[in-house]
């Protein structure tokens, strides 16, 4: 069966530094995979998505993620993190017709 | 565009109590999910809906229901409430299947005491 590991239930980086987010996921074919952001009291929101190709996938706010088949990993980065990207972070893979979420992680960020 | 809408936002019922739990999009989308979300455990599925009447079993859906009334509504029937299900409820949508990505609602906060 397939599942979606975050292994980092919180983190905490100082505005303006660099943040990376740790996914890995478990699966027996290529993985369509997702990087969603909720924010506090809010519904989830699509952050970027990977199907195929470029294994580097560009997203909204100035994210971006990794595919790293041999390491089963997609690794959200930003190079520069803004106050206004606390919030909770999910991976998600895509199998058959739904998809399986991980633990999430959240993201809290010092002044 | 209202995307999707569930209602109501909030809840607190009694344990053995029943209600429901609505939910409709307007993108015309086929497919629709109900997700419950509890801390440490991300979001699990409950059912979903493929597409227009059918529904399927998802990862939890021990007591719940649901009833995909038409394309555009996927409701969420609590037969007797317990304090196991106590979650935030969402819905999603999707244009067909999970490959693209669903849009979500913004949730229901039900508590059951």
């Known amino acids: 069966a397939q599942s979606v590991t975050q292994p980092d239930i919180h983190i905490t980086v100082s505005e303006g530094a660099s943040l990376e987010l740790r996914c890995n996921y478990s699966?027996?074919?290529?993985?369509?995979l997702f990087w969603y952001v909720q924010s506090p009291g809010q519904g989830l929101q699509l952050l970027l998505k990977y199907f195929s190709g470029d294994t580097l996938v560009q997203g909204i706010k100035g994210f971006e993620a990794e595919f790293k088949r041999s390491q089963s990993s997609f690794n959200l980065r930003k190079p520069s993190v803004h106050w206004s990207d606390a919030a909770e972070y999910f991976c998600?893979?895509?199998?058959?017709?739904?998809?399986?979420f991980g633990g999430g992680t959240r993201l809290m960020v010092k002044p | 565009n209202a995307g999707v809408t569930q209602t109501p936002k909030f809840q607190v019922l009694k344990t053995g109590q029943s209600m429901t739990l609505q939910c409709a999009q307007d993108?015309?989308?086929?497919?629709m999910y109900w997700y419950r979300q509890d801390p440490g455990m991300g979001l699990r599925l409950i059912y979903y809906?493929?597409?227009?009447?059918?529904?399927d079993k998802g990862e939890v859906p021990n007591g719940y229901n649901v009833s995909r009334l038409n394309k555009r509504e996927f409701s969420l029937r609590l037969e007797s409430a317990a304090p196991s299900q106590t979650s935030v409820y969402f819905c999603?949508?999707?244009?067909?299947?999970?490959?693209?990505?669903?849009?979500f609602g913004s949730g229901t906060r039900l508590t059951v005491v």
């Open positions: 998600a893979l895509n199998a058959g017709n739904m998809l399986t």
């Open positions: 809906s493929a597409s227009e009447g059918t529904t």
């Open positions: 999603a949508s999707s244009k067909t299947g999970a490959s693209g990505g669903y849009t």
């Open positions: 993108m015309n989308h086929n497919s």
């Open positions: 699966y027996g074919a290529t993985p369509y």
